[in-house]
């Protein structure tokens, strides 16, 4: 069980660190639209090294194949959902252009189920 928890606490990790790297530029406009973006995607290769610094100990400590809880169905469903998790509280508390509508949150809920699908025996 401490193994489940520390890989989903590393992948909630990485997944901010990907959000950064794949969004940070739109959200920090003001401060890199005079960079080019050549230098914009070495900024974010940067920051997403420490996506895989969390994300690759995640999917060993969580993967059955290393003696981890989680088939790697489960471990990618559940990376998608902490992804859409985190992009949300990104979004919700960053990005002031897009709101967070219903189709957005029964999209969510249909993770979800695929989540409990996928953990059924």
Request: glycine share 4%; with cysteine; net charge positive.
């Amino acid at each position: 069980m401490a193994k489940g928890l520390f890989a989903i606490l590393l992948l909630i990790l990485s997944n901010a660190f990907m959000t950064l790297a794949w969004y940070g530029h739109i959200v920090f406009k003001s401060k890199t639209e005079r960079l080019s973006l050549y230098v914009i995607v070495l900024l974010s290769w940067g920051i997403a090294l420490f996506e895989y610094c969390f994300q690759v100990p995640a999917n060993r400590l969580g993967s059955a194949e290393y003696e981890g809880p989680f088939s790697l169905w489960q471990l990618k469903v559940i990376q998608e959902v902490i992804s859409l998790t985190v992009f949300t509280v990104f979004a919700l508390v960053f990005l002031k252009t897009d709101t967070l509508r219903w189709n957005h949150v029964v999209g969510f809920l249909c993770l979800i189920l695929a989540v409990f699908f996928l953990f059924r025996k």
